[in-house]
């Protein structure tokens, strides 16, 4: 089966921005995503949830592209005032061309 | 009864007893905590219970008699961001965006210590107005917008837009908050039980109101625990925020009997109208904060609302206002 | 009383309106949803609850008055499969799959439909048998099966099993839907309620009885928020299906009504058999359908199930069953 | 009533037949299984009214009363974690760790098996002291350190500390059984009964006691589903460790029974004590044996645990251990 | 510590799936797996299960070969019918020989 | 925006040492984590916790010798007597400085 080389952005931020973050997302050219609920702890000891320390997970598979474009979109905006993080990993997906 | 014996009786109400096992779990280090499930269980039930109750009693209220207790609701409702702000801003020196943040919690209402200040006044054997939870369900979404308001004179395109990406307008913003969680049970359940009337309300009522006080028990040991999980923040939010978590409430408390007591509504309602004011959101208040001011710490707003607003008024503030309309109810 | 009192009543019941407020809820694109786990203990509590308090009373039936129903039930747990099956097909023009994917859903049965219609014909008045809830796990699975079957007629080998790994067997479904949760739930708490008998009831039944209408609400309010969230494909299933949701149950309850009549039903057990041969499943039913025909698209069953079927037979079939049971009484 | 009619009762009482049901849906390979939140939302609810109504129970006896059954109690907590860890070192011929960590699950105590002894022993018309809740607390603590102590013996820098991280002190373990949840619930429920008293009581009582046999079921089934997982590991450990399962409750229990009797404990408080001694942990006592012995197979203790000893007791050992108290007490 | 390169196979279905797929796992050659509760949405809007979006994911590391035979057993079997994603990471695995 | 490459090590193990671990990657130097409730079944068949199969999932990022550091820890530790597995993945991170 043929495998196409993409790129597999992960991001934990503050419940909070999820559904918008979900939002930005699809804007920005993801076609889908995969949302976790996690706990986490990180340099800013923000608690800004109810329950401290409640994260969500959002994970998306894109081309090179859009993966810039996410990890800009995201310093930008998030980086500064939220408790976020991203990073991105190589990943090869089946029928990889359904996600581009 | 005096003073005393009525606030040790209130300190040896189950409610009180278990939000201080959870705040003393919490300080041990136990592992205790309520499954996050369970805990959402809890306030689903205790705000629909509370709407549908509300609803039953509302359909057997006449408009009249709500009309006065609603404006001075709404007053109280522009009235508490206002001071709040303008304490934290020029007596505190906090920046703009924290004191809009704050003063959005405290203009906003809780509806756990609503709750606690209904059981205690009936403990005291008096009879809050049944329409007391609309009077909740007015009191809770106005400080927040009238604080965010305050909070945006700052907004200076605090979000960049570049990225194709539109900033969440204000519009989301009210959507998310009169959609929120805690306003479509309560009005719902509202709307609800005043459809159903006593008649429907009959078969379901051992489920909602038969396990009450015991629900609310168990929702305190949790919030004692998240209370707890605060504690070590204290420190961080500085004298002055705790000075103003215990004097605000007592500020817009007091307020609240005499407007209550001008309204007609009688002691007990005096008391929950009191509390309702006193008392800072903690659940519709900081999303929509920390969405509209994201520079605004979290901290400081959760920790003085959870942390000291809240056990203040269970332990002391909901007794001081109750014994306030008792002396204001007999003059 | 007149038809319009009894749907009025019926609309103003508290698990319509809590059904009302999920949909509405909804709409309105509340975040409010009750959590997963909250769901699935609602529905085990209910299911427990009917399973027991049917075996309780099934430990008082004789076996010559369960006869006779339980014939008829079958029955028409093969015939609804059946005429779902012959009118999507030929009338609907839908593909094999498709259909016989749809008809699984209304050849079995809801459980949370038998129960408000069980809640309904109480409220009028009415005895249902105590072993209606025997029937119901008769009627679960059969339709189930015979439309899986007709579905098979067309399955060649569509799995291809050359990865070394088989396909997953007819035994392999037919053990998933009779160990399913509702199956065990339901047929374990019968035998566990005829074990223990009213005496072994006694203690229990303040939390299996005292708190199950009130239980029930709160399941129909995440019941509309899960319809509520169909609504959107509504558009997508098309105006036959829509028609087909309120019409094959208006004749399968029909038809229920009639041999149920005939089997010797109270009025009341007439009114239950019809809402059950009226239903369609959406617990037992997608996972068997979705693993044996994958190319049937569950947009369409979940949606005529969820979002068409059930909330008429809440709203409208239920009543319009009891008046067919009603005049057939009394003829 | 005669030894077979009594466990013929207790056969068929809800709590045992629930723990069938489980059991049987675990057999039948069925998905069915409280959801994790549920489970945990059972048993914070069952200690905590186990320990509220403890308290108010505690308020109203004599500390005298109290004196002998909690030193008789401490010294079971004493004997059984040594009698356990020498019958399975010598007689089983199992290793230190593995002796040690089965030994402290049998030096403490399981809560279900308190809960499920105290509602036999009510339902035999007997009524256990006030007090056996404090006794609880008192007997789940020290079998597991004084296991655990004894396994330190061969404890040889098992954790390599290079790393520059230290291992776990046994402060550590310590505090985390001290501050577990089931210790936390028990005790601090107690302490809020004994200070709230009978009147603090009544309002919550619908919520934690009318509800509680009911819950008890619930949290039977999954006791049995979990116990039903296990039970493809009874072949794994072999034959003396079924026969300990179960032949050393019947010791334990059998002690307890004199002990008890000694103390001056009425009947009901006999049976207790003893299904107190003869049970096994598996709350408390699993993870800190998992931490402080990681050479423990967890296979071998938590089968014995909840696969072997707890049916056990559920289904016999309470009602041998009444009858012995009755027959001791007829003395 | 030794650590072996192995693949990280990543695979998010239909609940549905799930029992079935950690079946044929075991039989293509996995040694274990760590499924984990999602959320997801991807281009096929199926809504398959009662509460539409619940998904989970199965991840499992297995050596090259089994990854390809696990990518082509789900592309030939499930791709075509149901919602599922499936993609390959590089991954250190210490003491990798357990997983092969 | 600027990325930097660090590891992500994921460990998956079992309930009980959880907070121990979180306490330990700490001492190790990870500023971070994220932590996930998981099902999981490897080659052990421990079922150390109450419900069988319930594992939790830890992920850091951190540099490469943290990650060594992490790893070794581990496979002293845990793996002669725990259900645990750890591996290690390439990832780039926004703003990755911060977790070093
Ligand atoms: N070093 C790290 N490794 C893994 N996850 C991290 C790390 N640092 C932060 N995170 C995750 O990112 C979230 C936000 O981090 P922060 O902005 O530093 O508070 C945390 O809640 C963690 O879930
Ligand atoms: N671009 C994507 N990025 C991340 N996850 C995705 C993406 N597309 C699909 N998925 C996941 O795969 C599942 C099935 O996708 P689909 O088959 O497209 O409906 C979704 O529910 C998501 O969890
Ligand atoms: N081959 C594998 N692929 C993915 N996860 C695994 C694998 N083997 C083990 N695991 C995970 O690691 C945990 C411990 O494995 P073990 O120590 O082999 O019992 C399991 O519960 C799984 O979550
Ligand atoms: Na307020
Ligand atoms: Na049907
Ligand atoms: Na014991």
């Given at each position: 089966m043929k495998t196409t080389p993409l790129k597999l952005v992960t991001i934990v931020c503050e419940p909070v921005l999820t559904e918008t973050l979900i939002g930005e997302l699809k804007q920005l050219g993801s076609t889908g995503f995969t949302l976790t609920s996690v706990r986490g702890e990180g340099s800013r000891q923000m608690n800004s949830s109810e329950v401290p320390g409640e994260k969500n997970k959002l994970e998306c598979i894109v081309s090179e592209e859009v993966s810039r474009n996410i990890i800009d979109h995201i310093a930008r905006n998030y980086f500064p005032s939220y408790s976020v993080i991203a990073y991105i990993t190589e990943t090869l997906v089946v029928r990889g061309d359904k996600y581009v | 009864m005096t003073t005393f014996e009525m606030l040790k009786l209130n300190l040896l109400s189950p409610i009180?007893?278990?939000?201080?096992?959870?705040?003393?779990?919490?300080?041990?280090?136990?592992?205790?905590?309520?499954?996050?499930d369970l805990y959402t269980a809890l306030s689903i039930y205790l705000l629909l219970a509370l709407g549908l109750k509300g609803g039953v009693e509302l359909s057997e209220s006449s408009f009249s008699a709500l009309a006065l207790p609603a404006l001075v609701t709404l007053l109280l409702g522009s009235i508490t961001p206002i001071t709040s702000y303008l304490s934290l801003r020029y007596l505190g020196r906090f920046s703009i965006a924290d004191a809009a943040g704050i003063a959005a919690h405290y203009g906003s209402v809780s509806a756990v210590?609503?709750?606690?200040?209904?059981?205690?006044?009936?403990?005291?054997?008096?009879?809050?107005?049944?329409?007391?939870?609309?009077?909740?369900?007015?009191?809770?979404?106005?400080?927040?917008?009238?604080?965010?308001?305050?909070?945006?004179?700052?907004?200076?395109?605090?979000?960049?837009?570049?990225s194709g990406v539109e900033a969440r307008s204000k519009i989301a913003i009210l959507h998310e908050i009169l959609t929120g969680r805690s306003m479509v049970l309560l009005v719902g359940g509202l709307v609800v039980g005043v459809l159903m009337g006593e008649k429907g309300y009959v078969p379901i009522k051992p489920f909602f109101e038969g396990g009450f006080k015991g629900a609310l028990t168990l929702f305190l040991l949790e919030m004692g625990i998240v209370a707890g999980s605060r504690l070590s923040d204290l420190r961080r939010v500085g004298p002055f925020l705790l000075a103003f978590g215990i004097a605000i409430p007592i500020?817009?408390?007091?307020?609240?009997?005499?407007?209550?007591?001008?309204?007609?509504?009688?002691?007990?309602?005096?008391?929950?109208?009191?509390?309702?004011?006193?008392?800072?959101?903690?659940?519709?208040?900081?999303?929509?904060?920390?969405?509209?001011?994201?520079?605004?710490?979290?901290?400081?707003?959760?920790?003085?609302?959870?942390?000291?607003?809240?056990?203040?008024?269970?332990?002391?503030?909901?007794?001081?206002?109750?014994?306030?309309?008792?002396?204001?109810?007999?003059h």
């Open positions: - | 009180v007893l278990m939000f201080a096992l959870g705040l003393f779990a919490k300080l041990i280090r136990s592992e205790l905590s309520l499954p996050k210590t609503f709750i606690a200040s209904q059981q205690f006044a009936i403990s005291m054997g008096e009879t809050p107005e049944g329409f007391m939870p609309t009077l909740l369900t007015l009191l809770e979404s106005p400080g927040i917008h009238i604080a965010l308001a305050i909070g945006a004179l700052q907004r200076a395109k605090r979000m960049a837009t570049e500020l817009h408390g007091t307020l609240a009997v005499f407007l209550g007591h001008w309204a007609g509504l009688s002691i007990g309602g005096c008391t929950v109208l009191a509390a309702m004011a006193a008392s800072a959101s903690y659940i519709a208040a900081p999303p929509a904060v920390r969405m509209t001011l994201p520079e605004a710490n979290p901290t400081f707003y959760l920790t003085a609302s959870l942390a000291i607003t809240f056990p203040f008024n269970l332990v002391a503030g909901i007794p001081l206002y109750y014994q306030l309309a008792n002396w204001l109810g007999s």
